[in-house]
């Protein structure tokens, strides 16, 4: 099956700055990546999809790039709502795998 | 609005059995594929079973395959995982997911509120 790894495990950030988390897999999903945001207690919100689509209600704030085996969700400017656990998701194959996750943490 | 709400988890034996089931409403259940997603305790997102609109391709992880069956019954707009051979590595939140198109995509744009099964003796 398909391996996601992401980066950092843990970012630790100030409101107002930029996120960048990273997903590399281990063989090519062209560009069937989506992106879950993860908050205690809650489940999963998908917040991109096909690697660069913004999900319904999503903030534009939030961005999707990258295609074959590297791709990044940038957040460009953090509000508090956004401290949350993100991981991404492949569809590419069978079966769909997940990330670890990222955390991104008040500093 | 979608909405997705799981239950019959709880806490069984390992060798147990138990099944869980996911009531749909707000849209039209029998034209989306659907899956179930597990995370154990402080652990990430699992999937573990999904099956198609009409019932028919249900596709299962290794680790459950064998010991778990997914079915659905659109006449009661509702999902069912019956897990038997439980393990303690069964033990997770276990969530119901909506695919994102008709057509199965295999992401997911709408998750129940995760029921909490618990294996162990």
């Known amino acids: 099956e398909v391996v996601l790894t992401q980066s950092p495990a843990t970012l630790s950030l100030s409101p107002g700055e930029r996120a960048t988390l990273s997903c590399r897999a281990s063989?090519?999903?062209?560009?069937?990546l989506a992106w879950y945001q993860q908050k205690p207690g809650q489940a999963p919100r998908l917040l991109i999809y096909d690697a660069s689509n913004r999900a319904t209600g999503i903030p534009a704030r939030f961005s999707g790039s990258g295609s074959g085996t590297d791709f990044s969700l940038i957040i460009s400017s953090l509000e508090p709502e956004d401290f949350a656990i993100y991981y991404c998701q492949q569809r590419f194959f069978s079966p769909p795998t997940f990330g670890g996750g990222s955390k991104v943490e008040i500093k | 609005e979608v909405q997705l709400v799981a239950s019959g988890g709880g806490l069984v034996q390992p060798g147990g059995s138990l099944r869980l089931s996911c009531v749909a409403s707000?849209?039209?259940?029998?034209?989306?594929?659907m899956s179930w997603v597990r995370q154990a305790p402080g652990k990430g997102l699992e999937w573990a079973s999904g099956?198609?609109?009409?019932?028919?391709?249900?596709h299962y992880a290794d680790s459950v395959k064998g010991r778990f069956t997914i079915s659905r019954d659109n006449s009661k707009n509702t999902l069912y995982l019956q897990m038997n051979s439980l393990r303690a590595e069964d033990t997770a939140v276990y969530y119901c997911?909506?695919?994102?198109?008709?057509?199965?995509?295999?992401?997911?744009?709408?998750w129940g509120q995760g029921t909490l099964v618990t294996v162990s003796s």
């Open positions: 707000g849209f039209t259940f029998s034209h989306y594929a």
């Open positions: 063989q090519s999903v062209s560009n069937y």
């Open positions: 997911a909506k695919d994102r198109r008709v057509s199965s995509t295999y992401d997911f744009d709408y």
């Open positions: 099956i198609s609109g009409s019932g028919g391709s249900p």
